[in-house]
């Protein structure tokens, strides 16, 4: 039995040997897959101080609403401001023009009197106030003029993400309203007189996150935490398309034929692939460990801190490759044709990939989608490595997962086993 299931190994070694261009773009390409995204990611990731987005301020106030907008947008680590194209002061229609051509992301418009009018409002509400506590002579008051809500402007580049016009239209309407709550404490100051009162104008809830500690040291989610699982399960389920192809090629070529008139049952073939695969699986899963931990930092991308947590990703890893193996002996056994196998494979593996959360974070999908991801053996598997790399679970809490992983490659490749029965009884 053992020196069957050894000969079966060394035949797919052998199959595997003949493509060996095919073998080197398996494990190639993950290589090249995950350092380009994370290239890619990791300024979301990070504080983008040495890359700011230059956008477009149209001052149409010049009082202190729009300087104050200004300074603050200096301040920050995210934008650069430009009041000027070729020495000349930007009007709404250049800057509009200019955004919507793509050539800025942002043009903020702030409007006349903005600043004049704004505490014209507040000193009317200010002395309502003051006159309905008796403090003021309210027989005295002016009739007071209608003054019209302002607007400000913004530009958007129609190409750019909805979150980061979120992110910008929240920060924008957080400063304003600070803006306003100032005026407000200022003036009632004034109208209460100098001296009779002073007001604490320093926030007073604030937001502190608090960072999980591993080993007492904290825990910075980064891009590379991120994208390491991710594209490592994607290379993992990737060894379907040559999976599929080589047991094609073995019905084509009557291989498998020919094994079966010899004393060799079909567990032992699988047993052969399961073997042969985990192993490339596990080659795969090492060398993308070992490119995020001494080749990120020399590109500058963080490392990846494998520490106390490498054997637990490794259970990961074998038991995510099961599932992958058994999804490929599957399809190899289904397709009829290698023209079959390589694009329904290839196409497969992107699907489960999409709805599984390795392109777009599940929380981020509709309802109907968060419940269609928990099919996907590549959300089972991210999930895993998640709890590993950022939750600091134990072995115990990951068993139903990696269990779910063992789960799927035993039925798909029951499945295989009971229609290829079925297929040769007719």
Not at 146 to 170: G, R, T
Not at 173 to 200: A, N, R, V
Not at 284 to 309: D, K, R, T, W
Request: aromatic residues 10%.
């Amino acid at each position: 039995m053992l020196y069957k299931i050894w000969m079966s190994i060394v035949k797919e070694f052998l199959l595997l040997k003949r493509d060996l261009g095919g073998l080197i773009i398996l494990f190639i390409m993950p290589l090249v897959l995950v350092i380009t995204v994370t290239l890619i990611q990791d300024s979301t990731f990070k504080t983008v101080s040495d890359s700011k987005i230059p956008i477009l301020l149209v001052d149409n106030d010049k009082g202190s609403v729009s300087k104050t907008v200004f300074e603050n947008l200096e301040k920050s680590n995210l934008f650069s401001v430009v009041t000027q194209i070729d020495n000349k002061t930007i009007s709404e229609e250049v800057a509009r023009e200019n955004v919507f051509k793509g050539k800025f992301q942002l043009a903020i418009i702030i409007p006349q009197n903005l600043s004049s009018d704004l505490q014209a409002k507040v000193d009317q509400n200010v002395e309502k106030i003051v006159s309905s506590l008796g403090m003021t002579d309210s027989t005295a008051t002016e009739p007071q003029r209608i003054i019209k809500e302002k607007e400000v402007k913004l530009y958007f580049d129609p190409a750019v993400q909805m979150s980061f016009k979120n992110a910008v239209m929240s920060s924008i309407d957080k400063m304003i309203s600070q803006i306003e709550t100032k005026s407000i404490y200022t003036t009632f100051e004034k109208q209460l007189g100098e001296g009779s009162t002073d007001f604490e104008q320093k926030s007073f809830i604030s937001f502190k996150e608090i960072i999980p500690k591993i080993n007492n040291k904290e825990v910075h989610p980064n891009s590379v935490q991120h994208n390491v699982p991710a594209w490592t399960l994607f290379a993992i389920f990737f060894i379907v398309i040559p999976l599929s192809i080589n047991i094609v090629k073995e019905k084509s070529q009557g291989t498998f034929v020919r094994l079966r008139t010899n004393p060799v049952s079909s567990l032992v073939v699988i047993i052969g692939k399961t073997i042969t695969y985990s192993v490339i699986c596990m080659i795969q899963f090492y060398m993308m460990v070992a490119v995020a931990v001494f080749l990120f930092p020399s590109i500058g991308l963080p490392s990846l801190n494998i520490e106390g947590h490498l054997a637990l990703m490794s259970v990961v890893a074998l038991f995510s490759g099961f599932a992958a193996i058994g999804f490929g002996i599957l399809l190899g056994t289904i397709a009829s044709t290698q023209e079959q196998s390589a694009p329904f494979g290839a196409t497969s593996v992107i699907i489960l990939a999409a709805i599984g959360g390795i392109w777009v974070p599940v929380f981020a999908m509709p309802k109907i989608m968060q419940i269609i991801a928990k099919s996907s053996p590549m959300n089972w598997g991210l999930d895993a490595f998640y709890d590993v790399l950022l939750r600091n679970v134990s072995f115990l809490e990951i068993i139903p997962k990696i269990s779910l992983l063992f789960l799927f490659f035993i039925l798909t490749t029951a499945i295989a086993l009971f229609y290829d029965k079925k297929k040769r009884a007719v």
